[in-house]
């Protein structure tokens, strides 16, 4: 091969499709390709032409219209175009034209024609009508065997069924014959209302709760109650349940998310079995699970803080095993809260009791289930209305004191901007707080806007969970009504924008050490992560989780289910770009930073990278559309 064809086989060898394909195929279609030179402004594509090639930006930038003559995308070096045409009767659909003097690769419709017919991959790239970047997170997605599996694989009996008559004294001789921790507790169903499914018996019944060894020994033995006290009365009425064909990511999440040891598994209503956490732990090699166990076990702040290596560690696995963002930044969040609450039970030991109910809540990415390994604390107390700053006063300014002093302890750093608990400001009482968030979306000054993007991802850890489920109350029953402050959302949103110059080249950062590198939080994950909040502020949603947000959006007519497959899809790249580099950070002895440097990634990243910043720049566009100035 010569020279000429050697630089055109190395140049097209380094971008998707062709970086997948064996070196008989890329030689082959180097040695196919025709070359054409357009200047600026020129037309590449006319609509409606006859086409017999896919064409390949060797240099420059190409213009891609819609039939109207509405801009449909911009492509640099690397991109493809006229694949679609190919595939429709070798008619020009999308006209182009280009930015700037501009290179093209002329690929004969022959050479297109066999490499889908012999290359799988490059088929789907060009077959199916979707953006690389979803065709990238779903192939991402296939490798992860969490995902796939149906959580019905880790059943291996029936659960045992006890009715709700039955005494504590046979219901702890049946678990034990069975060598069980666990039973389901039901009863004849009598209403409509209930959760009723058939029996192998052929009656109707419901599904009242679950008991375990922790209630009898603490519902039942601690209480001092006789054995003949029946199940009714020492069960866990709150059932956290799961269908049989849901995965076991779902499986795992919801361990994580409830802080439950038993999940009954259901085929519709009727239970087929009862996993432990046990179970999941054996199947996932993650690791995260037992490390919330390994918390929620310490005696001591030290003990604790011993742990901190573990989160490392648990966070490496779940990366090189494959897990998406949604799993990684749930366990990570899970793993926070488990500290969090630890710390709160050891201190009330010491301290004695509450002297008034109170919630601890966490803000931001905690309460999101989108953590991190680089992340520090967000956390507010909220109090019983009942509180006396003189009685109570110093319990909960030491009980906040302890709180914060053991996360720091155990590897999260103290909030630089102070929304912490032992803020005093951030520890009042539930009227207060009633009153914080709706002076904020009643008057969204700027200050209040800056309390909003941390404020308005909010959840309980440990104490009274009704507490911080008002504060959700309040907020998805005003936001929705408030145009003011959703516009004043909306505006403030823009303040941080993809680093993408007008030619899709990357705008890098100019500060410091962070010269030539671009931070995908800041300009990446954080905006479209405030976004999807207007959105779902908009929509009344109560969820806390983006992923889980734009499942709610998607039930409106706030957004087109495209684009919000594409903010989904953008939203995981540009998360799983930041936990790889995070991870290459942990790997290398580094503090882990959000700093990404483009060079130091593939070209598909690159590319991929580019088309994630371009969905949130549109999105962020159509932000100020669809919530104007009232």
Not at 473 to 485: E, H, S, T, V
Request: proline share 4%; net charge negative; with cysteine.
């Amino acid at each position: 091969m010569n020279t000429e064809l050697l630089e055109i086989r190395d140049h097209m060898a380094r971008f998707p499709p062709f970086d997948g394909l064996d070196d008989n195929l890329i030689d082959d279609v180097a040695g196919s390709v025709d070359v054409a030179y357009f200047k600026a402004g020129s037309m590449i594509l006319e609509a409606d032409r006859e086409l017999h090639d896919l064409c390949y930006i060797r240099s420059g930038a190409v213009e891609i219209y819609r039939r109207n003559n509405d801009l449909y995308n911009r492509l640099g070096e690397g991109d493809i175009f006229g694949h679609f045409n190919l595939l429709r009767n070798n008619r020009v659909r999308f006209p182009a034209r280009a930015m700037e003097d501009t290179l093209i690769y002329f690929i004969p419709d022959s050479v297109f024609y066999q490499l889908c017919e012999t290359d799988d991959a490059f088929a789907e790239f060009v077959e199916v009508e979707k953006p690389r970047l979803q065709s990238t997170v779903e192939a991402q997605h296939k490798s992860n065997d969490l995902m796939s599996t149906r959580v019905r694989k880790l059943v291996n009996r029936l659960p045992l069924l006890l009715e709700t008559d039955t005494t504590a004294q046979d219901a702890a001789a049946r678990m034990t014959g069975e060598n069980v921790s666990a039973a389901l507790v039901v009863e004849p169903a009598v209403d409509a209302d209930s959760v009723i499914y058939t029996g192998a018996d052929g009656r109707q019944w419901a599904l009242r709760g679950i008991l375990t060894d922790a209630d009898l020994r603490v519902r039942l033995v601690a209480e001092g109650l006789s054995g003949e006290t029946p199940v009714s009365q020492l069960h866990s009425g709150t059932l956290i349940s799961i269908q049989s064909d849901e995965t076991v990511q779902e499986a795992m999440l919801s361990i994580l998310r409830n802080n439950v040891q038993h999940l009954p598994v259901l085929h519709r209503r009727r239970p087929i079995g009862l996993l432990h956490l046990s179970d999941i732990i054996r199947y996932e090699t993650q690791s995260s699970l037992y490390l919330v166990g390994s918390i929620l076990n310490q005696t001591t702040l030290r003990g604790l803080a011993g742990l901190r290596h573990e989160v490392s560690v648990a966070f490496t696995r779940m990366v090189r095993d494959g897990s998406d963002s949604k799993v990684i930044g749930t366990a990570l969040a899970a793993i926070g809260r488990s500290f969090a609450r630890r710390i709160l039970e050891l201190a009330e030991e010491e301290l004695g009791p509450p002297p008034v109910p109170y919630a601890f809540m966490v803000l931001g990415s905690m309460a999101r289930d989108e953590q991190t390994v680089v992340t520090d604390q967000d956390n507010a107390m909220v109090l019983s209305d009942d509180y006396d700053p003189e009685k109570h006063g110093d319990y909960f300014a030491t009980l906040a004191k302890r709180a914060s002093d053991g996360l720091a302890a155990c590897g999260y750093a103290y909030c630089k901007g102070d929304i912490m608990a032992t803020n005093p400001e951030w520890r009042q009482p539930l009227g207060v707080w009633r009153r914080y968030f709706t002076e904020w979306i009643d008057n969204p000054t700027p200050e209040a806007l800056l309390h909003c993007n941390i404020f308005f991802d909010l959840d309980c850890v440990h104490g009274e969970e009704e507490f911080v489920e008002t504060l959700q109350g309040l907020i998805a029953n005003k936001a929705p009504l408030a145009d003011r402050f959703l516009a004043a959302m909306a505006r403030n949103a823009l303040n941080r924008t993809p680093p993408l110059g007008f030619f899709r080249t990357f705008v890098m950062e100019k500060n410091g050490h962070e010269n030539k590198s671009i931070n995908i939080k800041r300009r990446g994950t954080a905006p479209t992560v405030d976004l999807i909040r207007i959105h779902a502020l908009a929509c009344g949603s109560r969820a806390q989780n983006s992923f889980e947000r734009l499942d709610d959006i998607a039930k409106t007519q706030l957004l087109t289910p495209n684009a919000v497959e594409k903010l989904r899809y953008a939203l995981e790249f540009m998360s799983m770009a930041r936990i790889w580099h995070h991870l290459y950070d942990v790997e290398a002895g580094r503090e882990p930073d959000n700093n990404i440097e483009p060079e130091d990634v593939s070209n598909s990243e690159r590319h991929n990278l580019k088309d994630a910043f371009q969905v949130l720049s549109n999105a962020q566009s159509f932000l100020q559309f669809r919530y104007p100035r009232p």
